[in-house]
């Protein structure tokens, strides 16, 4: 059964600072990983999708990068600004399933003015 | 915002109760996948519609059952609510059962007192 863990659960940082979300999976037989952001009570959006067979996608101020074989994940944000402030949720999608996501629990990030 | 609305937006219901909850996908898509968030937790899977047909379950009981009308819209159906039903329902379309990018709608809140 794939586990998808994330960490830190929360994670409080000042305006500009650039920093780094982490995501791991036990299953490392994977489609794709995604990273996505949720409002609070809100729906989720997709931020970057990373196929199997790719390294990093860059998204603007955002950089996923992907070890399969190490079954991690890494999101980097740079230049943090009060409006990145949100939950951050990865999830990955199993090889040999086209529609199952398994979610991690989240990285709450407060950016601080 | 991604064009999928669910309705309503919060919701109370009493434990035994049954509920329906309605989702409108994004025009022009014609598969709508449904999750649950516990609060504190990730989306958990619970089943996805492609074309009206059930195309892959999660791991719910069968008091959990889901219906896609013709023009793609979906609703989630719980019998017997449990107050572990309480949660945040998610739906998502995306443009085929096989595309990656999933449009979330807003969810709607249900407590179950």
């Known amino acids: 059964k794939q586990e998808v863990t994330q960490i830190p659960a929360a994670l409080s940082v000042p305006e500009g600072e650039n920093l780094v979300l982490n995501c791991s999976f036990t299953?490392?037989?994977?489609?794709?990983l995604q990273w996505f952001r949720q409002d609070p009570g809100k729906g989720l959006t997709s931020l970057l999708l990373i196929q199997s067979s790719q390294r990093e996608q860059t998204s603007g101020r955002l950089n996923a990068s992907l070890d399969k074989s190490s079954g991690r994940s890494t999101l980097y944000i740079a230049a943090s600004q009060p409006g990145d402030s949100a939950t951050y949720l990865c999830a990955v999608k199993r090889g040999g399933s086209n529609y199952k996501l398994t979610f991690g629990k989240g990285t709450l990030l407060t950016v601080n003015p | 915002e991604t064009g999928v609305t669910q309705s309503p937006t919060h919701l109370i219901k009493t434990r035994g109760q049954q509920v329906t909850l309605r989702c409108s996908s994004q025009s022009g898509h014609n598969t709508v996948s449904w999750y649950q968030q516990a609060l504190g937790q990730g989306p958990q899977f619970i089943f996805q519609y492609y074309r009206e047909e059930e195309n892959g379950r999660g791991n719910f009981p069968p008091r959990f059952s889901g219906l896609q009308f013709p023009n793609y819209s979906s609703e989630l159906n719980v019998n017997a609510l449990e107050l572990d039903d309480s949660a945040l329902y998610l739906c998502?379309?995306?443009?085929?059962?096989?595309?990656?990018?999933?449009?979330f709608g807003s969810g709607t809140q249900l407590s179950v007192l």
């Open positions: 299953d490392s037989a994977i489609y794709n």
């Open positions: 998502a379309s995306s443009l085929d059962a096989n595309n990656e990018k999933l449009f």
